[in-house]
């Protein structure tokens, strides 16, 4: 796919289950992802298909057990699965870092917003406390939070979601991360501070040159931010396609669900029309359906569908879909 | 915050006095003469009459009361009906000890039972959790007089290390200060481990890990903390019982404190001993929940008093 060099991050063959009372839930199943140097990629699908457990998988911030991960992911030609307790350590927060999906409660209440950003640049930048400070103060007024020195040193209770959300991006940023994974970072926020956020965060990714690994399940920011999209269902990858191929033309029939059932304002709703939904659920991951995991939901069901699992068909021009309608007999 | 100290110490007047009613006609309702047990088995019915009117026993009940307040007004808790010495003097006499043994229990439950429970929060299932969750359950289920007694057998009987009772040195307070920590110990220790194991499952302990904080940073730091309040809570709660006296710890090690000066005048019927060391009891438990509460802001920034 990528010809003239390595991907920044490459996620190889993915499994993460979770060993529970009732038996082994595969979150993750084979997950194969990549995500180039500069790039916004976006991974969607509903929710409960493994999205958020994949970006977690990444840094290893499940805990282990009941989590069990194995695969590839390679960052730098190394594999973050195979370093130790010290070495995924310094990755996490400097080389890669995170952003989570609810601000209300990602932030620590009885530490100030400062000392948590500024803690991180001590440890991994080795700044001493007053240059920490002072970045810290930096970062978050390159996040637009107004009174940046003031808000420093108040305590989460104190800011508003949006604003917090802009405080844990300050934070995510503040060592100047290579690959910065954003789970949901805006499913919590009002529409309008959803905007802001994300205008914010294309332009720190220009300004800092960061990689994009972006979660979501909202087509609308994947059509804003990403340049390539990834769309996963029960814990497998359905569908690669860059953004606007997939847009105009999906191909996965779970695909086309997905954006089918997305409103369009001015297209009018005709008398009787509802707005396309895909039947049924995401099945639960302790009970897989045979073959293609979507197929009891899927509305182009064949024979061959219910008994084997679909392989993964690559299409021209860096797409790739994982389903029998494409597969060449 | 000195305004909500103010109005805090200040509500401790009205607690104080109902306390004080409660008590007052409660002892009254009980069975059993003051003046008849002062007066022994063999005194005529005249000497009994004396003794009650001595005791101003005779008058009516709110009068007693009347009578009570107004003394109180003055710091003046009366004269204990056994030993004719002031209640205040009594009570002054035994408090220190109560509250060395209450002190010292304290700290060592804190010191024992918070590490402990952080230790098997942090590696919940395995050996050292299942060890420190059983012995704390044998520390809560233990009668605290076998307890006393078992300790007294071992390390006063046969190996002679430490006194049998009584006070004098600080190795007098080693047995019956181990004795009242055990139960606190498994008490702190098992609301340790439970707030810990929710703390450390919160977002904000991912975020923590997230930034490449290490294990014990983000264990000391990030969630300890946000542990604290219900960990404090337990332990004012325990110190403030403590404070009142352990009777059978006092008991088993002839500890002359609060506890047994409160089942002596309870036997002996001696009302003003009575509510002179309830009411302090009372007004010290209001103490240390204050304390707490003064904590709790200082722990917790979203913790604020006006």
Known sequence: ????????????????????????????????????????????????????????????????????????????????LDLDREGI?????????????????????????????????RLHQGMSRREAWRWAEEMLRMVQIPGARARAREYPHKLSGGMRQRAMI???LSCNPQLLLADEPTTALDVTIQAQIMSLMS??????????????????????????????????????????????????????????????????????????????????LLEMPRGCRFHPRCPKMMDVCSGEEPPTIHMGGDRRVCCWLFAKT | MLNYVVKRLLSTIPVLIGISLLLFFMLRMLPGDPAQVLAGQMATPQEIELIRHQLGLDKPIHIQYAYFLGRLIHFDLGRSARTQNPVTEEIWARLPNTVLLAVVAITLACIFGIPAGIISAVRPYTWIDYLVTSSALFGISMPVFWLGLMLVVVFSVMLHWLPAGGTGSWKHVILPSFTLAAFVVAFIARMTRSTMMEVLSQDYTTTARSKGLKERVVVTKHALRNALIPIITVVGLQFGLLLGGAVLTETVFAWPGIGRLIV????????????????????????VNLVVDLIYAWVDPRIRYG
């Open chain 2, 264 to 287: 002596d005048s309870i036997l002996a019927r001696d009302y003003p001993m009575i509510q002179g060391t309830i009411l302090v009891f009372g007004l010290l438990y209001i103490l």
């Open chain 1, 1 to 80: 796919m990528n010809t003239d060099n390595e991907p920044l991050l490459a996620i190889r063959n993915l499994h993460t289950c979770f060993h529970v009372f009732e038996g082994v839930v595969n979150a993750v199943d084979g997950v194969d992802l990549e995500v180039p140097h500069g790039e916004t990629v976006g991974l969607v699908g509903e929710s409960g298909c493994g999205k958020s457990v994949t970006a977690l998988s990444i840094l290893r911030l499940l805990r282990c057990p009941p989590a069990e991960i194995q695969g590839q992911v390679i960052f730098h030609g190394r594999n973050l």
């Open chain 1, 89 to 121: 350590r310094k990755i996490r927060g400097n080389a890669i870092s995170m952003i989570f999906q609810e601000p209300m409660t990602s932030l620590n209440p009885v530490l100030t917003i400062g000392e948590q950003i500024a803690e991180a640049v």
């Open chain 1, 170 to 172: 300050a934070m995510a």
């Open chain 1, 203 to 284: 332009n720190l990714k220009e300004e800092f040159g960061t990689s994009i690994l972006l979660i979501t399940h909202d087509l609308g920011v994947i059509a804003e931010m990403a340049s390539r999209v990834i769309v996963m269902y029960a814990g497998k990858v359905v569908e690669e396609a860059p953004v606007k191929e997939l847009f105009k033309e999906p191909l996965h029939p779970y695909t086309k669900g997905l954006l089918g059932s997305v409103p369009v304002i001015g297209r009018k709703a005709q008398t009787g029309r509802r707005l396309h939904e895909i039947p049924g659920t995401v099945p639960s």
